[in-house]
């Protein structure tokens, strides 16, 4: 088996981004993937300059509406099977990179989603809801299919009380809605492993986003919204998962995953 590091990371514009040379750590960092969700740009508009290591394959989906969502994977594993994904992503919002890539004993469906977010009106929710149930329909498909399933992303939900840091006053907020909570149960419960709780059991404080408001950041008050998931048939191969929380540059910050496959 071979050890590989993913990375995960919401930048909220990837061009803003490298304006503050905030992804120059990835030069040290050792990546074998890493995934970037909100990019806010097309592939051509990706800098060449956000660092210098050179990923043999650069996958990104951008949105039908300019300057929004947007996703990035980069990576030096050579996929046989690359997709956009447009059966989940149908209003082509650029949301979603999938790869598939095989290792000695594993066929391996990759995804770098960036989940839609439920807050701005109504209809958002509606489409966030079944944005999820496409999503997992899709996984199903793949497992059973025989394939290994590895997500990471920003799922804009926290899943249970311990995953931020004010719970009682955001529980008629979406990203906290009982209906959201429950499609991450419902998620796991078909057989997929949130990596950081596997690791890390009930630790708390750990958090991926915080507000501008109100030195939020500085006084630790946040959302577990950025998840590595692996379907059950990995849960043996992880080693390790966890959040990167002294690197700046966006409202998120990195998550990692470290498995054998």
């Known amino acids: ?3 590989y590091k993913f990375v995960s ?15 120059k750590w990835v030069d040290e960092a050792n990546i074998d993937l890493l995934g970037i969700q909100e990019t806010k740009s097309t592939k ?8 210098a290591r050179e990923y043999k394959t650069l996958l990104a989906s951008e949105s039908a509406i300019k300057g929004r969502s ?3 994977l980069f990576t030096d594993i050579e996929p046989h099977f690359q997709s956009t994904c447009p059966s989940v992503d149908i209003l082509d919002e650029g949301r979603i990179n999938e790869i598939h890539f095989k290792t000695d004993n594993k066929e391996i469906a990759f995804f770098n989603v960036y989940f839609p977010n439920g807050q701005s009106k109504e209809e958002r929710l509606v489409y966030k809801m079944q944005f999820y149930d496409r999503f997992l329909e899709h996984c199903e498909k793949l497992k059973k299919d025989g394939k290994s399933i590895i997500v990471c992303g920003d ?12 719970p009682k006053a955001n529980e008629d907020t979406s990203g906290f809605l009982p209906m959201e909570r429950e499609w991450i149960t419902k998620f796991l419960k078909h057989g997929y492993i949130d990596t950081f ?17 109100a030195n939020a950041r500085e006084n630790n008050v946040g959302w577990r919204i950025d998840y590595f998931y692996v379907s059950e048939d990995l849960k043996d191969n992880v080693k390790n998962a966890y959040i990167m ?8 910050c990195p998550i990692a995953l470290e498995i054998e496959l």
Do not use: C
Request: glycine share 8%; net charge positive.
């Open 1 to 3: 088996m071979t050890k």
């Open 9 to 23: 990371w919401n930048v909220n514009g990837i061009r803003a981004v490298d304006k503050k040379q905030a992804l």
């Open 70 to 72: 947007g996703t990035a």
């Open 155 to 166: 799922v804009n939900t926290a899943h249970t009380e311990i995953d931020l840091a004010r």
């Open 197 to 213: 709780r596997h690791i890390n059991g009930n630790e708390p404080d750990n958090y991926s986003w915080w507000s501008y408001r």
């Open 245 to 252: 929380g002294k690197i700046f540059g966006s409202d998120h």
């Open 44 to 51: 051509e508009q990706i800098p060449n300059s956000i660092f």
